[in-house]
T-cell receptor
Framework: ETGVTQSPTHLIKTRGQQVTLRCSSQSGHNTVSWYQQALGQGPQFIFQYYREEENGRGNFPPRFSGLQFPNYSSELNVNALELDDSALYLC????????????FGEGSRLTVL | QQQVKQSPQSLIVQKGGISIINCAYENTAFDYFPWYQQFPGKGPALLIAIRPDVSEKKEGRFTISFNKSAKQFSLHIMDSQPGDSATYFCAASILNYGQNFVFGPGTRLSVLP
């Protein structure tokens, strides 16, 4: 059974640029959530996708957007990058709703210069 | 109201000792309280979770104690081992609404050999 995989693992961008992060959910999971984890902090909920529809959103501006594909993989897009967007972005999948256990990937470390 | 407070920020315990991490919440609608363990360079992984209809749950060396009236819950690690050295996050969610897990800021546990 393949776990949650994320790409890229590390990337560096400059302020104002755009970034796309990718996530492949665990086999059999149709729900994907994205979290932002700043250094030394707990993960913060960005949004969740269930069967290709957004199913909840945290307190993040519209420049954070995402989508989920028919195979349940997902993308997180961030436009107009700011320095404070530097963080570890975690993708988590789960086998459905209601969401109990979250299965996290290892994250994508984004540095904005 | 959406915050989960966690203490201590860091904890050093001798091998064989008991590690105790405490969390508190405000939102009485929360009905699912998991603890996640995160090793450096890895995503968080579910350790143990509890629903508010029980006051204690034990799995091996890990125990959650839950005090609904005080809106507090804690993780106890018995016979702590150097392999338990990691960052621990408490979290809370409303299972059937919004799927938003609110995480505490984390406790960095070091178990000395």
């Amino acid at each position: 059974e393949t776990g949650v995989t994320q790409s890229p693992t590390h990337l560096i961008k400059t302020r104002g640029q755009q970034v796309t992060l990718r996530c492949s959910s665990q086999s059999g999971h149709n729900t994907v959530s994205w979290y932002q984890q700043a250094l030394g902090q707990g993960p913060q909920f960005i949004f969740q996708y269930y069967r290709e529809e957004e199913n909840g959103r945290g307190n993040f501006p519209p420049r954070f957007s995402g989508l989920q594909f028919p195979n349940y993989s997902s993308e997180l897009n961030v436009n107009a990058l700011e320095l404070d967007d530097s963080a570890l972005y975690l993708c988590a999948s789960s086998p459905g709703l209601p969401t109990g256990e979250l299965f996290f990937g290892e994250g994508s470390r984004l540095t904005v210069l | 109201q959406q915050q989960v407070k966690q203490s201590p920020q860091s904890l050093i315990v001798q091998k064989g000792g008991i590690s105790i991490i405490n969390c508190a919440y405000e939102n009485t609608a929360f009905d699912y309280f998991p603890w996640y363990q995160q090793f450096p360079g890895k995503g968080p992984a579910l350790l143990i979770a509890i629903r508010p209809d029980v006051s204690e749950k034990k799995e091996g060396r890990f125990t959650i104690s839950f005090n609904k009236s005080a809106k507090q819950f804690s993780l106890h690690i018995m016979d702590s081992q150097p392999g338990d050295s990691a960052t621990y996050f408490c979290a809370a969610s409303i299972l059937n609404y919004g799927q938003n897990f609110v995480f505490g800021p984390g406790t960095r546990l070091s178990v000395l050999p």
